[in-house]
């Protein structure tokens, strides 16, 4: 199956989207930094920082820009 690239979403949609986004950062945060937590023998602090990188994209241009480095990037 290719992915879906350079598709219009309505605004419902893409709160939907950044909901299951955020649900699935926290579980995979939260059972990483358990598993760090137990194998390191450490109850106490926290694993991640607290961050956040949500950006409003303005225009066409910002959007070609993004999509191509979601694209291009090696590590996905």
Excluded at 29 to 38: F, G
Aim: net charge positive; glycine share 4%; hydrophobic share 35%.
């Amino acid at each position: 199956m290719l992915p879906l690239v350079g598709a219009r979403r309505t605004p419902a949609e893409d709160r939907a989207v950044l909901n299951s986004l955020a649900g699935i950062m926290h579980s995979i945060k939260s059972y990483s930094a358990n598993r760090i937590q137990k194998v390191l023998h450490h109850k106490e602090g926290s694993v991640w920082l607290d961050e956040s990188y949500d950006r409003v994209v303005r225009d066409d241009k910002e959007y070609v820009e993004k999509m191509n480095y979601i694209i291009n990037n090696p590590f996905c």
